[in-house]
């Protein structure tokens, strides 16, 4: 059984592995779209769909939190000046795994990983729906006015 088991370990020390995690996002932040193996994208999804999360956000601490991970001065400008924005009216779900096959020399599974709604995407993201944004902004006024 797999309780309380929070992420894979991708067979590398703990170092290597938010190494690892921390290029790929920045990578995914640069690009958009990055091909990975599978249980890579699975875990690349958690840190990169947080980090949008802090670039909508945008205050001083949202900064200085993605600072931790993303540590490239354009990446940090592009998260918090473009993909932050963008994702404003989308309440989670910002990237999209597509399988494409497997490697040839081991036969890993392979993906394209790429955040939604943008331009030149494989495959167009289903429409936000509009009770969902109306909840999210009436969360957003209350927690405005406390």
């Known amino acids: 059984m797999r309780h309380q088991i929070n992420f894979r370990k991708l067979n590398r020390t703990s170092s290597h592995r938010w190494a690892m995690l921390r290029n790929m996002v920045t990578s995914?932040?640069?690009?958009?779209?990055?091909?990975?193996?599978?249980p890579k994208a699975k875990e690349l999804?958690?840190?990169?769909d947080?980090?949008?999360?802090?670039?909508?956000?945008g205050?001083?601490?949202a900064r200085r939190q993605s600072l931790k991970v993303v540590r490239d001065k354009e990446a940090m400008h592009k998260l918090f000046d473009t993909l932050g924005p963008r994702y404003v009216h989308r309440p989670g779900?910002?990237?999209?795994?597509?399988?494409?096959?497997h490697r040839r020399g081991d036969a890993a599974d392979m993906c394209v990983m790429e955040f939604v709604d943008r331009e030149g995407e494989i495959r167009k993201a289903k429409p936000v729906d509009e009770e969902t944004v109306k909840r999210n902004q009436g969360l957003k006024i209350l927690l405005e006015e406390n």
């Open 93 to 101: 779900g910002y990237t999209r795994i597509l399988r494409i096959g």
């Open 28 to 38: 995914l932040i640069h690009y958009e779209r990055i091909k990975t193996t599978v």
């Open 45 to 48: 999804r958690r840190v990169a």
């Open 50 to 57: 947080w980090m949008i999360t802090l670039g909508k956000r």
């Open 59 to 61: 205050d001083l601490h």
